[in-house]
C-alpha cells in the first residue's frame, strides 16, 4: 500500500508518501476519488528499511500547493488514503490533542457540553491522600491526610506521576511561549474557555495546581507519585476508588517541578491580574523544591514493596539539574544558575521523560535574545544546530524519510519521532535551514501515517487510527469510539504486554510491532507525555511552514 500522512500538508509544506517497491517507476496525485491527475512524478530509487523489513520509494510532491483533497496514485496499487492540502489542515487535530488532556482530567466530571458522548462522571478527588510510608517525614508521618487534587491522569490509567507531569507541562507552555498567536486565537471548548486566559494556559493550570499540592511545604521536597497500590480494573474513573498515597520524594521529581514552576512562573507573569499571586508562588516553590534537590542530590526512586504502579525511575539526575537550573536562569537573569548548569559540557539531545538535558538547550535557545551576559549564545545556538543536523542526516538516509532510527522504536517511539521534530523546528527556527523544517514534517507525517503500518496513530484522525487504545475510559465507556485525539505509543518490539494479551503481535520487527488491541499498554497506551510534544509540533508546523 502507499503510505502518507493521512491527515495533510499546510500548502507550502515537504510532501511525501512511501511507495513499496515494484514496477512500477512513476507516481501521479489525483483530485480524491477521480482520474483528474494533478501532478505527476518520478519515484526515488528504491532503499531498504531494516526496522521495517523491506524495501520503499519516496514520491515528492512538494510543488503541489493547490488546496483541495487528493490521492496518490502509482500503477498496480491501491490508491493512498486521501489527503487534504490547505492552510488549515492542522488545526482540528491539535485542538483535539489539547482537548485530549482536559478529558483526561482527574476530579472533575465532564459535563455534555464540553465533553460531548464523553461526558462522565467525576473521579478521583484526591482530597484525601495518605502519605506512604516511603515519604514519611517529622512533619507528616506515615498515614498523615493531605490533599492534592486536579491534575490529569498520567495515561491509560488513574495515577498521578510528578516526573512525567513535568515535561508534559512544560511541552505545553513551550508550545505557548513558541507560538503564542496561534494559542492566543484558539477555542478548545473546555469549562474556563472565555475567562481571559488563553485555553491552553488553562489546561495546563489545571496540572500545575496539582503539582503544587505535591510539595511538602516543610522541607521543599516533591512527592514522585500520587497513586494507588495497584493498578485499577478496565473501568471509569468514578468506578476507581482505592486508595491513593502518595510515594517517596526523589531529587528528580523535585528537579522536574522546579523546571516547571519555573518556566511556569514566567508564563503567567502577564496574567498576574487573572491569577493574583500566582507567579511568584511558582517561582518560590521551583526555588524550594531547587534548594531541596541540592540538599539531596540522589534520591533515586525506589519502588517500594507494596507499590506496583509505573515507576518513571532515573538513576541519572545530571540533566534534570541542568534542565531545572536553566529555567530558574531564564526566569530570575541569576548567573549563578546558568552556571551550575555547566553548560561547555552539557550536550543536547531529544528529550523524553528521562531524559531532559534537551529542554534547557531549547528554552536557552527561545529565549536568548533576552539571556543576561552569562550565557554563551553563540553555544546555545551550536547545541541547538549540532543535535538538528545529526536528525536531519539520518532523516537523509532513511528509506521512510524520517528521522527514526531502528533503535528509536521504543515504548512510546510515536513521541520520539515527535520530539525528534520538536528539536528540528527549534533548529530551523535557529537557522532558517529549510532541511530542518522538512525533517520535522516528515515526523508529524509519521504519526499521522506514513509508516510500515499505513496508520495515524491519533484517535478519531485520519483514515485508519486505533479503535482500541490502552486508556480506561475508552474502554470503559460504552461509546464504540476511543476519546479522540489521544496519540498512541506506538509499535516497538518489546512487547512487555505479550503475558497480557490474548492476540499475538503481528511481527517482531521495530515498526511492525504494534497491536490495536486494549490490552496492549506497550504498543497501544495513551499517555500526556506522548500528547504534549503533538501539541507542540502540530502548532509548530501550521505555524512556521512558510507560504
Ligand atoms: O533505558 C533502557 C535502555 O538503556 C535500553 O536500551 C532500552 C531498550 O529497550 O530500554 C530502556 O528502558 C526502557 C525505559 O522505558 C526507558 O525508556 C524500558 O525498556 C521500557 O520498558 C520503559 O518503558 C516505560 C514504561 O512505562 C514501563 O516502565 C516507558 O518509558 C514509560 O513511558 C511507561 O510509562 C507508563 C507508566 O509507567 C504508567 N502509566 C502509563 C505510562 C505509559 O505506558
Ligand atoms: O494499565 C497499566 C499501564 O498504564 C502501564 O503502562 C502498564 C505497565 O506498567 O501496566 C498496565 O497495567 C497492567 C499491569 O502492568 C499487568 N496486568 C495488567 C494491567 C493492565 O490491565
Given at each position: 500500500?502507499?503510505?502518507?500522512?493521512?491527515?495533510?500538508?499546510?500548502?507550502?509544506?515537504?510532501?511525501?508518501?512511501?511507495?513499496?517497491?515494484?514496477?512500477?517507476?512513476?507516481?501521479?496525485?489525483?483530485k480524491?476519488?477521480?482520474?483528474?491527475?494533478?501532478?505527476?512524478?518520478?519515484?526515488?530509487?528504491?532503499?531498504?528499511?531494516?526496522?521495517?523489513?523491506?524495501?520503499?520509494?519516496?514520491?515528492?510532491?512538494?510543488?503541489?500547493?493547490?488546496p483541495?483533497?487528493?490521492?496518490?496514485?502509482?500503477?498496480?496499487?491501491?490508491?493512498?488514503?486521501?489527503?487534504?492540502?490547505?492552510p488549515?489542515?492542522?488545526?482540528?487535530?491539535?485542538?483535539?490533542?489539547?482537548?485530549?488532556?482536559?478529558?483526561?482530567?482527574?476530579?472533575?466530571?465532564?459535563?455534555?457540553?464540553?465533553?460531548?458522548?464523553?461526558?462522565?462522571?467525576?473521579?478521583?478527588?484526591?482530597?484525601?491522600?495518605?502519605?506512604?510510608?516511603?515519604?514519611?517525614?517529622?512533619?507528616?508521618?506515615?498515614?498523615?491526610?493531605?490533599?492534592?487534587?486536579?491534575?490529569?491522569?498520567?495515561?491509560?490509567?488513574?495515577?498521578?506521576?510528578?516526573?512525567?507531569?513535568?515535561?508534559?507541562?512544560?511541552?505545553?507552555?513551550?508550545?505557548?511561549?513558541?507560538?503564542?498567536?496561534?494559542?492566543?486565537?484558539?477555542?478548545?471548548?473546555?469549562?474556563?474557555?472565555?475567562?481571559?486566559?488563553?485555553?491552553?494556559?488553562?489546561?495546563?493550570?489545571?496540572?500545575l495546581?496539582?503539582?503544587?499540592?505535591?510539595?511538602?511545604?516543610?522541607?521543599?521536597?516533591?512527592y514522585?507519585?500520587?497513586?494507588?497500590?495497584g493498578?485499577?480494573?478496565?473501568?471509569?474513573?468514578?468506578?476507581?476508588t482505592?486508595?491513593?498515597y502518595?510515594?517517596?520524594?526523589?531529587?528528580?521529581?523535585?528537579?522536574?517541578?522546579?523546571?516547571?514552576?519555573?518556566?511556569?512562573?514566567?508564563?503567567f507573569?502577564?496574567?498576574?491580574?487573572?491569577?493574583?499571586?500566582?507567579?511568584?508562588?511558582m517561582?518560590?516553590?521551583?526555588?524550594?523544591?531547587?534548594?531541596?534537590?541540592?540538599?539531596?542530590?540522589k534520591?533515586?526512586?525506589?519502588?517500594?514493596?507494596?507499590?506496583?504502579?509505573?515507576?518513571?525511575?532515573?538513576?541519572?539526575?545530571?540533566?534534570?539539574?541542568?534542565?531545572?537550573?536553566?529555567?530558574?536562569?531564564?526566569?530570575?537573569?541569576?548567573?549563578?544558575?546558568?552556571?551550575?548548569?555547566?553548560?561547555?559540557?552539557?550536550?543536547?539531545?531529544?528529550?523524553?521523560?528521562?531524559e531532559?538535558?534537551?529542554?534547557?538547550w531549547?528554552?536557552?535557545?527561545?529565549?536568548?535574545?533576552?539571556?543576561g551576559?552569562?550565557?554563551?549564545?553563540?553555544?546555545?545556538?551550536?547545541?541547538?544546530?549540532?543535535?538538528?543536523?545529526?536528525?536531519?542526516?539520518?532523516w537523509?538516509?532513511s528509506?521512510?524519510?524520517?528521522?527514526?532510527?531502528?533503535?528509536?522504536?521504543?515504548?512510546?517511539?510515536?513521541?520520539?519521532?515527535?520530539?525528534?521534530?520538536?528539536?528540528?523546528?527549534?533548529?530551523?527556527?535557529?537557522?532558517?535551514?529549510?532541511?530542518?523544517?522538512?525533517?520535522?514534517q516528515?515526523?508529524l507525517?509519521?504519526?499521522?501515517?506514513?509508516?510500515?503500518?499505513?496508520?495515524?496513530?491519533v484517535?478519531?484522525?485520519?483514515?485508519?487510527?486505533?479503535?482500541?487504545?490502552?486508556?480506561?475510559?475508552?474502554e470503559?465507556?460504552?461509546?464504540?469510539a476511543?476519546?479522540?485525539?489521544?496519540?498512541?505509543?506506538?509499535p516497538?518490539?518489546?512487547?512487555?504486554?505479550?503475558?497480557?494479551?490474548p492476540?499475538?503481535?503481528?511481527?517482531?520487527?521495530?515498526?511492525?510491532?504494534?497491536?490495536?488491541?486494549?490490552?496492549?499498554?506497550?504498543?497501544?497506551?495513551?499517555?500526556?507525555?506522548?500528547?504534549?510534544?503533538?501539541?507542540?509540533?502540530?502548532?509548530?508546523?501550521?505555524?512556521?511552514?512558510p507560504g
Amino acid at each position: 500500500a502507499i503510505h502518507v500522512n493521512q491527515l495533510g500538508f499546510m500548502p507550502g509544506a515537504a510532501k511525501v508518501a512511501v511507495v513499496p517497491e515494484g514496477e512500477a517507476r512513476t507516481f501521479a496525485i489525483v483530485k480524491a476519488g477521480t482520474d483528474t491527475v494533478v501532478q505527476t512524478g518520478t519515484l526515488a530509487p528504491a532503499t531498504a528499511a531494516p526496522e521495517a523489513g523491506d524495501r520503499v520509494r519516496l514520491a515528492t510532491f512538494t510543488q503541489l500547493a493547490t488546496p483541495g483533497r487528493y490521492q496518490a496514485r502509482v500503477a498496480g496499487l491501491p490508491d493512498s488514503p486521501p489527503f487534504h492540502i490547505g492552510p488549515a489542515v492542522l488545526q482540528a487535530v491539535n485542538a483535539a490533542s489539547i482537548k485530549a488532556f482536559y478529558f483526561n482530567r482527574a476530579g472533575m466530571a465532564l459535563d455534555e457540553r464540553h465533553a460531548g458522548v464523553f461526558a462522565r462522571a467525576a473521579g478521583h478527588p484526591d482530597t484525601r491522600v495518605l502519605v506512604h510510608a516511603s515519604a514519611a517525614s517529622p512533619g507528616r508521618p506515615a498515614g498523615t491526610v493531605i490533599a492534592s487534587p486536579k491534575g490529569w491522569y498520567d495515561a491509560g490509567d488513574y495515577n498521578k506521576y510528578i516526573v512525567n507531569s513535568g515535561i508534559s507541562t512544560y511541552t505545553l507552555l513551550a508550545a505557548f511561549e513558541d507560538f503564542p498567536d496561534l494559542f492566543r486565537a484558539q477555542a478548545l471548548n473546555i469549562p474556563e474557555s472565555g475567562n481571559r486566559l488563553p485555553d491552553l494556559l488553562d489546561e495546563a493550570l489545571w496540572n500545575l495546581e496539582w503539582m503544587l499540592t505535591m510539595q511538602d511545604p516543610a522541607d521543599g521536597g516533591v512527592y514522585h507519585k500520587l497513586t494507588n497500590l495497584g493498578f485499577d480494573g478496565m473501568v471509569m474513573p468514578d468506578r476507581a476508588t482505592q486508595p491513593r498515597y502518595v510515594v517517596q520524594k526523589t531529587t528528580a521529581a523535585a528537579l522536574d517541578f522546579a523546571a516547571v514552576m519555573a518556566t511556569a512562573s514566567r508564563v503567567f507573569a502577564p496574567y498576574e491580574q487573572q491569577l493574583p499571586g500566582m507567579p511568584a508562588r511558582m517561582l518560590a516553590a521551583s526555588q524550594a523544591a531547587w534548594r531541596w534537590a541540592q540538599a539531596h542530590p540522589k534520591q533515586y526512586y525506589r519502588q517500594p514493596k507494596d507499590v506496583a504502579t509505573g515507576e518513571y525511575g532515573d538513576n541519572d539526575a545530571s540533566d534534570e539539574f541542568a534542565w531545572a537550573a536553566a529555567e530558574l536562569f531564564i526566569t530570575t537573569g541569576d548567573a549563578a544558575f546558568y552556571k551550575a548548569m555547566n553548560a561547555p559540557a552539557l550536550q543536547a539531545t531529544v528529550p523524553s521523560w528521562a531524559e531532559v538535558r534537551g529542554l534547557a538547550w531549547m528554552s536557552l535557545a527561545r529565549h536568548r535574545k533576552s539571556l543576561g551576559a552569562a550565557a554563551d549564545g553563540a553555544l546555545i545556538a551550536s547545541r541547538i544546530d549540532t543535535l538538528s543536523a545529526s536528525l536531519a542526516a539520518a532523516w537523509k538516509k532513511s528509506a521512510y524519510g524520517i528521522a527514526m532510527q531502528p533503535a528509536d522504536y521504543v515504548w512510546g517511539s510515536s513521541a520520539v519521532a515527535l520530539n525528534q521534530s520538536m528539536v528540528l523546528l527549534h533548529g530551523y527556527r535557529l537557522t532558517g535551514k529549510r532541511e530542518y523544517l522538512d525533517a520535522a514534517q516528515a515526523g508529524l507525517d509519521h504519526v499521522l501515517g506514513r509508516n510500515a503500518l499505513g496508520m495515524s496513530f491519533v484517535t478519531g484522525y485520519g483514515a485508519r487510527s486505533p479503535l482500541h487504545p490502552h486508556h480506561r475510559p475508552s474502554e470503559a465507556d460504552g461509546i464504540a469510539a476511543p476519546v479522540p485525539g489521544w496519540i498512541a505509543g506506538g509499535p516497538q518490539p518489546g512487547q512487555q504486554d505479550k503475558k497480557d494479551c490474548p492476540a499475538p503481535y503481528p511481527s517482531p520487527l521495530p515498526a511492525r510491532s504494534y497491536l490495536d488491541h486494549a490490552c496492549s499498554y506497550a504498543s497501544n497506551e495513551v499517555a500526556i507525555n506522548w500528547n504534549a510534544p503533538l501539541v507542540y509540533v502540530s502548532a509548530g508546523v501550521q505555524a512556521l511552514t512558510p507560504g
